[in-house]
């Protein structure tokens, strides 16, 4: 539990004003910020107010009292004693699930404001706790074991801060509140940047018989067993082997590149164990950001780069997951099929893999970085389809901001989206034997580091010995040779 929170000066001031001059008697959003172990403190960055609701309406409000109580609160008059606050704690959540997928490192949902009064407030604990819970769900915080968000209320008549952790137990009362110092502070120009391209290969067995049949059961496990890899692995920073208990000077952007053992595979030495059906191939390059305060070791930094690059595969896979939700009724997108028995669209990920022996094809979502405050970036996904304005007006909504309209300010150093090649195979050579890696100037599989194919056992790749790509200019690709 950190006892003290300090909020960045510019934005408290900001929210403050906007909120004054609202005249809405009540709002609710996001707390983003950090929560810092080693230094014992909360960091709050902004404060993103939820917005409205597919029917148009606000997902808070004062419930009981007389009619005109909301206007009394608008005029900054008293509520009567008994009214409280209506939630929509699932339309909140959905926020928080969306804007964490635009969270880079260092940067998180670590709570959620209220502005209302102060009977109000006291007359809704529980609503409160249970949804700054609902938040906590849809927005975790990876790798790392916090049963507390934090609970800012600014009131008005008079206007005053106050900040509480709110404790995440099952049993919510009254009591799960407990408050904690809030002071304002200028900390986001404290803010260190590490960024790192990140180029991963996750080979995983399809074994007969297993419970996890569908591609997208595969692959988050797959993800999740790589996590565990890459919490673990070395790294340099600036090109330098990287000691953990250092501190960096504020200035400039530090390099990181991370060292797994080569050709690593753990999923191999089980492989001549069971009867395997295929093998799927998910590969590419992550480009990840994180911010770390300057005060705190490196290792805090490379734990963030490594929680964001695992949270941007994962959240790349959820875009998906919710388009083939999505597009699960169109007729379309279910009985398409070329002429190669190629199936495409984001419904492969719901296949039975142990069925399917035909080709296959998807695209994933590039990473976008979107300038925000104080020279940070935030990020978004965008689809093949998908246009940088579309983006940008989602970004624009869901922060609760005027983007500006310089798009060289976005930064799109995703060239290529991740590729996912699944193999039909019952051959214990055949998923151990490696594959090729190609320059990505190779225009003849330039297409095939965007795709998800699924092929025969009568096709198998080759690998070149030696090889590793870890410079921009490389991508990995899958080369295919008839046997």
């Known amino acids: 539990m950190v006892k003290v929170v300090v909020g960045e000066e510019s934005q408290v001031k900001l929210a403050e004003n906007r909120l004054s001059k609202s005249g809405v008697p009540c709002q609710v959003g996001l707390v983003i910020g950090n929560l810092s172990g080693k230094l014992d403190r909360g960091f709050i960055f902004d404060l993103i107010p939820t917005p409205l609701n597919d029917n148009g309406e606000l997902a808070c409000s004062i419930i009981g009292g007389a009619k005109d109580d909301q206007k009394k609160a608008s005029k900054g008059k008293s509520l009567p004693q008994s009214s409280a606050l209506f939630i929509d704690k699932d339309w909140l959540a959905e926020h928080a699930r969306q804007v964490g997928r635009m969270l880079v490192g260092g940067m998180k949902v670590v709570g959620i404001y209220v502005w209302t009064n102060e009977s109000s407030f006291k007359n809704s604990t529980i ?22 968000r934090l609970l800012v209320h600014i009131g008005y008549s008079p206007l005053r801060w106050t900040c509480r952790n709110c404790s995440l137990a099952s049993n919510i009362t009254s009591g799960n509140l407990r408050p904690c110092d809030f002071k304002m502070g200028k900390i986001l120009s404290t803010r260190q940047a590490f960024r790192c391209t990140y180029d991963f290969n996750l080979r995983l067995p399809i074994y007969q018989g297993s419970s996890s049949k569908r591609l997208v059961d595969i692959l988050h496990h797959g993800i999740s067993i790589h996590a565990k890899e890459l919490k673990g692995a070395k790294a340099l920073i600036d090109g330098k082997l990287a000691n953990e208990d250092e501190q960096f000077d504020l200035g ?26 295929g093998l799927l191939v998910f590969s590419g390059s992550v480009c990840s950001y994180a911010y770390s305060n300057s005060k705190e070791p490196s290792s805090q930094a490379l734990a963030d780069i490594k929680e964001d690059i695992i949270k941007s595969l994962r959240s790349r896979l959820d875009i998906m997951c919710d388009e083939a939700d999505r597009k699960s009724d169109s007729k379309e997108n279910r009985t398409e099929e070329s002429n190669n028995q190629i199936l495409s669209g984001s419904t492969v990920l719901q296949l039975d893999l142990q069925l399917q022996r035909k080709h296959c094809s998807m695209s994933f979502p590039r990473r976008v970085f979107l300038p925000w405050l104080a020279d940070t970036f935030l990020c978004d996904y965008i689809q093949p389809s998908e246009s940088v304005e579309v983006l940008v007006d989602h970004f624009a909504e869901l922060m609760s901001l005027e983007f500006p309209s310089i798009s060289s300010k976005i930064l799109e150093p995703e060239a290529e989206a991740p590729a996912l090649v699944l193999s039909t195979t019952k051959s214990f050579r055949e998923v151990s034997t490696p594959y090729a890696l190609l320059p990505k100037s190779d225009d003849s599989l330039s297409n095939q580091n965007r795709a998800a194919t699924i092929l025969r056992s009568d096709q198998k790749s080759t690998n070149p010995a030696g ?17």
């Open 467 to 483: 090889h590793h790509p870890r410079e921009h200019g490389w991508c990995e690709q899958i080369c295919l040779d008839q046997i």
């Open 252 to 277: 400039g952007v530090h390099d990181v590149e991370f060292l797994l053992p080569f050709m690593e595979d753990k999923y191999l030495e089980v492989c001549s164990q069971k009867e395997i059906t």
């Open 127 to 148: 609503t409160l706790c249970q949804a700054a819970k609902a938040v906590a769900e849809a927005a975790p915080l990876l790798e790392v074991d916090w049963d507390e």
